[in-house]
């Protein structure tokens, strides 16, 4: 099992942001500046060798509580984001830069995933991952 807890301000730039030119796809700035953010922020918890077979993960992206929030929800500590961008998209880059540091050899070897976002009171971003074994409906 791998678990840990990245201190930072989640980028709210997604892999879907990309442009066109010309009939050509590009990575835009603000992309490959989230990807180098999160692959640096990565590096330190990758596994000494890439994890094989099917796994599991869970990833909570924490947002800063936005500016006016009243004191009773910052009192609860950690309130669902219902606000874009969509987990979906919030979690592909992740997931691409954590093949990319080492974590996985492909993506696709994650079977069972959970992401969730929110406001809180520490904005990061938590990670377990775990080998996927076996399933309960």
């Known amino acids: 099992m791998i678990s840990f807890f990245l201190d ?7 892999a879907q942001q990309k442009g066109v030119s010309r009939g050509r796809f590009f990575t835009k700035a603000k992309v490959k500046d989230a990807e180098r953010l999160y692959c ?15 796994l ?3 990833i909570t992206f924490t947002f800063p509580f936005r500016n006016g929030e009243s004191k009773s929800v910052i009192a609860q500590g950690w309130m669902p984001h219902d606000k874009r961008p969509d987990c979906s998209n919030l979690v592909k880059l992740f997931e691409d830069c ?3 540091v080492g974590f996985f050899g492909d993506d696709g070897q994650i079977a069972d995933l959970r992401v969730r976002k929110g406001w809180g009171k520490k904005p990061g971003i938590g990670v377990t991952i775990v080998a996927f074994t076996h399933f309960e409906p």
Do not use: D, W, Y
């Open 8 to 14: 930072c301000v989640p980028p709210t730039t997604t």
């Open 40 to 54: 640096t922020l990565l590096v330190p918890h990758r596994p000494k060798a890439p994890l094989t077979g099917p």
């Open 56 to 58: 599991s993960a869970e």
């Open 98 to 100: 954590m093949g990319i």
